[in-house]
């Protein structure tokens, strides 16, 4: 998202990539820009830059917008360099109010091709930052804009975004644009570099730590677990300086540094470390495979601080520590036929993609809201139990009592005990608790509920959308 669009990452509608101030998207449009009546209306420089975006790859990369003078004067990341580049010299660019007021100024346009679209960002993050274009600064909303920050002097230093940069005891990258394409960003180069982004205060040299339970990121091997000591000190820290020499544009030669060292790991007959070498390299030398931003992106529609509601969830839910990972499930069908379930997982507040996970009812026959969910929660418990992975630790049913009482059954079923389990019901926006007759109300303004609303909405949502897909391949068969 650019300075000219900064409100609009709470749109629902919109992806990563609509955040950039261009009036269209789709298919390559430079080919409108042909049209004779538009074109004359237009400066000489601006048809010049039309005539030449045309030619642009149509790879990811940055373009660079400049006026007469070869200032730049707009920078902007593409998936397309031909096609997102192309849809400002349309019509309607001249009349979009993002972008009216300037685009005749643009006399000629540049780009810089990038290997993924990751790396894309992080070259307009560094060009805007480095070259202050004047229509990359229209802070309209005086929103501060997100930065990535490592905490260098923990023992095990941590990763995160913030709007609210440190000074000291930090490396800075950014700012970045997009808060959304910056979390994409990250969660991409976390299955590479496999870094810590909690809170928590790792002291090496306490042997406790070895008995800390760590989160599901180390589960599905998107962290090291530096929390249970599974890391040194020392290899951590590799990872990190790994990671920032890729942030600094230093790609090729972070994978010329690692095929060295896993070659001297072989060579040392040290096989389990050349083996993950080696699936790093294959990871970073496809990250323009993984770096679909459209496609790693979380949501970035919550309206209220989710670190507020989780304390409101630990304060009306009794809990003695604040929660961390948050689970939806919620059924989809239509009149019975097709039925799905969501899955839906939140860490810190926030959705988390790749714990997402739907299933196909199998043992129900038509319309059973009630045993769909048992069915699922069933399913899903078993097989964590039987893996011995860690359980979230709060289990959301979207629905009333009556959902949350098949939830409980499923539990007793095969035998385990459940994390803190609750239902919402839509239409009071009630809060089931096993046990209690009567419901919870909370406020509707309050951020325990919020969370939930957002928890709940979003497994319904990824549940609708499961259940459309089968639905259209049934239709077609």
Not at 74 to 86: E, P
Not at 147 to 163: G, K, N, S, W
Not at 291 to 314: I, N, S, W
């Amino acid at each position: 998202m650019n300075e000219h669009n900064a409100g609009s990452e709470h749109d629902l509608s919109a992806g990563p990539e609509s955040d950039d101030a261009t009036p269209s998207r789709g298919g390559d449009t430079t080919e409108d820009t042909t049209g004779a009546d538009f074109l004359t209306e237009m400066p000489h420089g601006f048809r010049r830059a039309a005539a030449k975006v045309r030619t642009f790859p149509t790879s990811p990369g940055v373009y660079l917008m400049k006026d007469h003078a070869g200032r730049v004067i707009y920078v902007g990341k593409a998936k397309n360099l031909r096609s997102r580049a192309g849809s400002y010299f349309l019509r309607a660019a001249t009349t979009d109010p993002r972008t009216a007021d300037w685009i005749r100024e643009v006399c000629d346009i540049d780009f810089l091709e990038c290997e993924s679209e990751v790396d894309a960002l992080l070259v307009e993050s560094r060009l805007i930052k480095d070259v202050q274009p004047k229509h990359n600064k229209e802070q309209k909303d005086d929103k501060s804009f997100p930065y990535l920050m490592i905490h260098t002097r923990e023992d095990f230093p941590r990763v995160e975004i913030t709007r609210t940069p440190k000074q000291k005891g930090v490396k800075l990258y950014g700012p970045f644009a997009s808060a959304g394409a910056l979390r994409g960003a990250l969660q991409v180069l976390q299955r590479v570099f496999r870094f810590r982004t909690c809170h928590l205060d790792i002291d090496p040299s306490d042997p406790r730590w070895q008995w800390f339970r760590p989160c599901l990121l180390a589960s599905i091997n998107q962290c090291t677990a530096p929390c249970n000591l599974r890391i040194s000190k020392e290899e951590y820290r590799q990872d990190i300086r790994r990671l920032q020499t890729f942030l600094e544009g230093g790609k090729k030669k972070l994978l010329q540094q690692l095929h060295k060292e896993m070659q001297q790991a072989a060579k040392d007959l040290q096989y389990e470390k050349a083996a993950r070498l080696r699936d790093e390299i294959r990871m970073l030398e496809s990250l323009d495979e993984r770096g679909e931003l459209d496609t790693h992106v979380q949501p970035e529609v919550f309206y209220v601080d989710p670190k507020k509601g989780l304390k409101g969830l630990q304060k009306v839910l009794k809990l003695p520590t604040q929660p961390r990972i948050l689970e939806g499930v919620d059924i989809a069908h239509l009149g019975g036929s097709d039925t799905v379930a969501s899955l839906v997982q939140f860490i810190d507040g926030l959705p988390f993609k790749p714990g997402y996970r739907r299933y196909k009812i199998r043992d129900v026959r038509g319309v059973d809201d009630f045993r769909s969910i048992h069915e699922v929660v069933r399913r899903r418990f078993r097989r964590l139990a039987d893996q011995a992975e860690a359980f979230p630790d709060i289990l959301l049913i979207d629905g009333g009592k009556g959902q949350l009482n098949a939830a409980v059954a499923a539990f007793r079923d095969i035998g385990v005990d459940p994390p803190v389990l609750l239902s919402l019901a839509k239409r009071e926006e009630e809060v089931f608790l096993p046990g209690r007759p009567e419901p919870l109300r909370l406020s509707r303004h309050a951020f325990s509920l919020r969370l939930l609303q957002y928890v709940r909405d979003e497994a319904h949502r990824f549940a609708q959308h499961y259940h459309h897909i089968l639905r259209n391949k049934n239709q077609f068969k």
